[in-house]
T-cell receptor, first 111, second 113 residues
């Protein structure tokens, strides 16, 4: 079956620190992979995506590379800001556009 | 462009009452998804539609929950009768064939007292 596992939070960092949030997946076939971000009181927003192996998704300084050999899609950012504080969800989609979400990782960035 | 629209944004009701949540997907999208988010269980897919037809309702918790999509621009999620354990944030999302990502609405925060 399909599933996504991501690191538990919360993750607390100081401003300008390097961020990594780990995500691994189990899937049949060749899923697309996503990172979504949720700010307090809001819906989920697409942060970045990758649709095939070795693709790198990037947006707003965040990056993630689709690694088929390790079934991973780790989220990274070189220098986090206070405004990056949010909950981050890793997800995969099957060929029918059904999504499987991880449990979410809360990021707190301190000034 | 208008995104996914949900109403109401907040709903407070008493146990036993009927609750109806509404969603308008992005124009041109042909897939619609209803999710529920709680602290205990995270984000759960309840049901999804493709071309207005329910494809997978295995996530609907019980018979008190029902969802309809009478046309391409409108869907409802109904809970009757509501119970305190239904308190959650309910999200609607839409997508379209060939588009890999889903777009989420702002959610409806439901409180059942």
């Amino acid at each position: 079956g399909n599933s996504v596992t991501q690191m538990e939070g919360p993750v607390t960092l100081s401003e300008e620190a390097f961020l990594t949030i780990n995500c691994t997946y189990t899937a049949t076939g060749y899923p697309s992979l996503f990172w979504y971000v949720q700010y307090p009181g809001e819906g989920l927003q697409l942060l970045l995506k990758a649709t095939k192996a070795d693709d790198k998704g990037s947006n707003k300084g965040f990056e993630a590379t689709y690694r088929k050999e390790t079934t991973s899609f780790h989220l990274e950012k070189g220098s986090v800001q206070v405004s990056d504080s949010a909950v981050y969800f890793c997800a995969l989609s099957d060929p029918f556009n059904k999504f499987y979400f991880g449990s979410g990782t809360k990021l707190n960035v301190k000034p | 462009d208008a995104g996914v629209i949900q109403s109401p944004r907040h709903e407070v009701t008493e146990m036993g009452q009927e609750v109806t949540l509404r969603c308008k997907p992005i124009s041109g999208h042909n897939s619609l998804f209803w999710y529920r988010q709680t602290m205990m269980r995270g984000l759960e897919l309840l049901i999804y539609f493709n071309n207005n037809v329910p494809i997978d309702d295995s996530g609907m918790p019980e018979d008190r929950f029902s969802a309809k999509m009478p046309n391409a621009s409108f869907s409802t999620l109904k809970i009757q009768p509501s119970e305190p354990r239904d308190s959650a944030v309910y999200f609607c999302a839409s997508s379209s064939t060939g588009l890999h990502e889903q777009y989420f609405g702002p959610g409806t925060r439901l409180t059942v007292t």
